[in-house]
C-alpha cells in the first residue's frame, strides 16, 4: 500500500511546486496591474473582469474536478492577487456566520476586510460613507420575495449596484444538546421562520416561535440556553458549536436568497449582465403597460418585476425592473431612454455581471 502511495505522492508534491510557482508569477503579475492602476487611479476590484475569468475556467475546464470546485479555488486565487494590490473592505448583515456573510465571500473570496453591520441600513451607510469600499444586502428570497428594506434604501441611495449573487439557503434546527429535550422556544430571523413554517407546523406546533436580529444571534442565544433551539446554518452552528437536531428544515428544497452588492463602482459590460432600474408611472390606467413596452419593443428580457408602495398615501407604487442586458448595451440603452420618457420617476440602479 506504502510503496503504492509514495510515487503517487511524489507527483503530487512535484505538481504542487508547480502551481506555486505558477502562483507566485500571477501574483507578481497582479502587483504590476496594481501599479498601473494606481497611476490612473483606476478601480482594484473589477467585478466583470472577475467574472470573465471565472466563466472561462469553467469553459475550459478538462475535469476531473468540478466546475464550481474549480471556480470556488480561482475565486480564492483572484482574491488572494487583488489583495496585494488592496485588501477592499465589505461591509454586510453581521454578525459573521451569517448566509450574507457566505455571498460576501462567494463574491469576493475570503482576502477581504469583512465588516460585520447590525442592520442592513447600517450596510448602506458604511458604504455610502466609504467606511467600506461596497456593501453585501440581501434583496430577495425565493420563497419569501422581497427584502422590502433593501428595496426602500436602493431608492435613496448614492451608491450603486455592482454585481449579484445567489446562494442556496439551507436551515438547521440546532441545540446545545442536539436534542428537543427542555426546549420551549425556537428562534431565527423572521424570514427563516417563515421558511421553515410548514416544517415547524408538523413537528413542533405548539413550541414557540421567537423572531430574533439574526439568525446567527439565534444561534448563539441557543448556544447559552438550553431552552432554546436556533433555526440557521449549519455553519452559524459550526461556530456557537450545537448539535443539529434536524438539518435542511426549509419547506423550499431550492431555497435560494439573492444579493446585490453595492458600492461607487460602475461595473463595464462582461458580456452577461443584468441592469437593475426603479421607475414610478403617473396614476392613470394603462400606465405601467404603456411604460413598459419599449422593453419589449427593443428585445430587452424583463427577469424580474416588483413592486413598493410610494408610502405617500395614496395607492402609488415604485416598481423595481431587473432586464438582461447592460446600460452600455445598444438595445438596453434605447429602451431606457424611452423608458425614461414615460416615467413619473426613474433611477438606474446599476448593471453587472449575471451571478455565477
Ligand atoms: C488583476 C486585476 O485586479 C483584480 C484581480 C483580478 C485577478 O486576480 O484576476 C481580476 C480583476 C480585479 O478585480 C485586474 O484588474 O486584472
Known amino acids: 500500500m506504502t510503496d503504492k502511495l509514495k510515487p503517487l505522492r511524489q507527483q503530487i508534491d512535484e505538481i504542487d511546486a508547480q ?6 508569477r500571477r501574483g507578481r503579475v497582479a502587483q504590476e496591474v496594481g501599479h498601473v492602476k494606481a497611476e490612473t487611479n483606476a478601480p482594484v476590484f473589477r467585478p466583470e473582469r472577475e467574472a470573465q475569468v471565472l466563466r472561462g475556467v469553467a469553459d ?28 477592499v473592505t465589505v461591509a454586510y448583515l453581521g454578525p459573521a456566520g451569517t448566509f450574507s456573510e457566505e ?32 456593501g453585501v444586502v440581501p434583496v430577495e428570497n425565493s ?9 426602500d434604501l436602493l431608492l435613496g441611495t448614492t451608491t450603486v449596484i ?4 445567489s446562494i442556496p439557503v439551507h436551515h438547521s434546527l440546532m441545540t446545545r444538546t442536539g436534542t428537543m429535550e427542555g426546549v420551549t422556544v425556537v428562534c431565527a430571523h423572521s424570514q427563516a421562520l417563515a421558511q421553515c413554517q410548514v416544517w415547524l407546523n408538523l413537528h413542533h406546533p405548539d413550541i414557540e416561535r421567537r423572531a430574533v436580529a439574526s439568525n446567527a444571534e439565534a444561534a448563539r442565544m441557543a448556544s447559552q ?3 432554546i433551539a436556533a433555526i440557521a446554518s449549519e455553519m452559524a452552528g459550526e461556530q456557537y458549536k450545537l448539535g443539529v437536531v434536524e438539518a435542511h428544515i426549509q419547506d423550499d ?3 435560494r436568497t439573492r444579493f446585490v452588492v453595492i458600492g461607487k463602482l460602475h461595473t463595464n459590460p462582461s458580456g452577461r449582465d443584468h441592469t437593475s432600474l426603479v421607475l414610478a408611472v403617473p396614476n392613470k390606467a394603462g400606465a405601467v403597460y404603456d411604460l413598459l413596452a419599449p422593453v419589449a419593443k427593443h428585445g ?16 402609488e407604487y415604485y416598481f423595481y425592473v431587473d432586464v438582461e442586458g447592460h446600460v452600455q448595451d445598444a438595445n438596453v440603452a434605447r429602451a431606457l431612454e424611452e423608458l425614461k420618457q414615460n416615467a413619473a420617476f426613474f433611477k438606474v440602479l446599476g448593471s453587472y455581471p449575471v451571478s455565477l
Not at 162 to 165: A, F, K, N, T, W
Not at 301 to 310: D, G, I, V
Open 300 to 315: 430587452v428580457s424583463m427577469t424580474r418585476f416588483e413592486s413598493r408602495p410610494a408610502r405617500i398615501g395614496t395607492w
Open 225 to 227: 440556553d438550553p431552552s
Open 103 to 134: 455571498a460576501v465571500y462567494k463574491q469576493f473570496g475570503s482576502a477581504i476586510e469583512g465588516m460585520p453591520c447590525a442592520s442592513i441600513d447600517e450596510v448602506f451607510r458604511a458604504t455610502e460613507a466609504g467606511t467600506a469600499d461596497f
Open 162 to 165: 455592482s454585481g449579484e449573487v
Open 19 to 24: 502551481i506555486l510557482e505558477l502562483l507566485s
Open 60 to 87: 475550459r475546464n478538462p475535469g476531473p474536478l468540478k466546475n464550481g470546485d474549480v471556480q470556488t479555488i480561482f475565486r480564492e486565487i483572484m482574491s488572494a492577487c487583488r489583495a496585494l494590490e488592496k485588501r
Open 253 to 255: 428544497p431550492h431555497n
Open 143 to 151: 420563497s419569501e420575495g422581497a427584502i422590502n428594506r433593501t428595496l
